[in-house]
Structure formats: C-alpha cells, structure tokens
C-alpha cells in the first residue's frame, strides 16, 4: 500500500514538471514568434518607408527635369522672338533703303555729314592719354556703325527699274555711291587715330588720316 501510495505521488511530481516544462516552451515559443513578427514588422515599415522616399526622389527629379524643360523653352521662345524682332526691324530698314525719296536722300546726307563730324572729332583726339580712350573708342565704334549704315543703304540702290527714281534724283544718288565707294573711308576697329599721330600735321583730316569725302 505504501509503495502504491509512492509510486502514484512519484508520476504526479513526473507529471507537473512535465507540465511546466510544456508551459516554459510554449512561452518561449510565444516569445520567438513575437520577436520574429517584430522584426517583419519594422522590415516592412522600414521597406516602405525606403519605398516612399524613393518614390519621391523619382517626383522630384521628375519635376525639376520638368521645369527645367519649361524654363529652356521659354527661353527659346525669348530667343526666337528677339530674333524675328531682329529679322522684322531689319527687313523694314532695308524696304525703307530701298525706297526713294527726299526722306531717304536726305537721311543719307545726315548719316553722311554725322560720321565726317565724327571723323574729324576723333582725329582730333588722336593725342588723347590713355585713361581718356576708351571715351575715343566708344566714338570710333559708332562711327563704324554709321559707315556700315551708309554703305548698307547704297548697296540697296542698284538700279533705277523700279521707277521711283527721278533723272535727277538718280544722279545725285550715283554721286554719292562713287564718292562713298572709293578708297580711303577709315574704319576706325584696330585702328585708332593714335597709331598714328606721330603723322599729325601732314594732312587734313579729310585728306588721309580719317578718310577721304
């Protein structure tokens, strides 16, 4: 009976060991699995928070690229404004060379005596000291863009079959093309009056130095 009653209180401390040893691994299990969801969950949410960043690194490249894009076209657009400006202002001065009348003979003769004025004035100054000639050379670059103007107006006026020419109007404009055509108009670029000045003095200016008229 007393080995009965032993044996029966030995498989009952068998028994509850075996049961907690059960529960321990159950816990430890519980936990295992909680950790592992753990980590999948902050991998996910680190994942989708590369993923979002990522995404907006594409929109924003993707908008600057975009405004990029608009502002060089808009600048093309400027670009190609100003020159059709360019081209339209042209082409009206060049129809307005082409004509004739006393206007245009008489903004010749003006063109004409402007740039003489500017000759003789920057002859003038061919001793000027170096700290006063960038001054000469301002004057000497408009004086070239006159002389451009002048030869671009009597390279227009070719002929006299358009008939808006009169006899003696015709004559007066093949004088001036034979005097402003001979040799002798200075252009004044890489040619300053002070290179040379040393020959100041062998001639008048409208006889050499700044150009014949």
Known sequence: MKSSVMGFLTRKKDLERIRIENERL?????ERTRRDEERIRAAAIREAEQSRRHAKELADIRNRENARIVKDREVQLLEDQVIQNAKDKRKAQLKKMKESSPETLRDLRELIRNRYQMDVEIWGLRRARK???PKVLEKMVIADAIMEEILTTISTWENQQDGNWNDEEWDRVQEIKERLQKDGKRV????PPWADAGNAGKGRVGAGRAGRW
């Open 188 to 191: 004044w670029e890489g040619n």
């Open 26 to 30: 159950q816990r430890d299990i519980a």
């Open 131 to 133: 700290p006063d000639r």
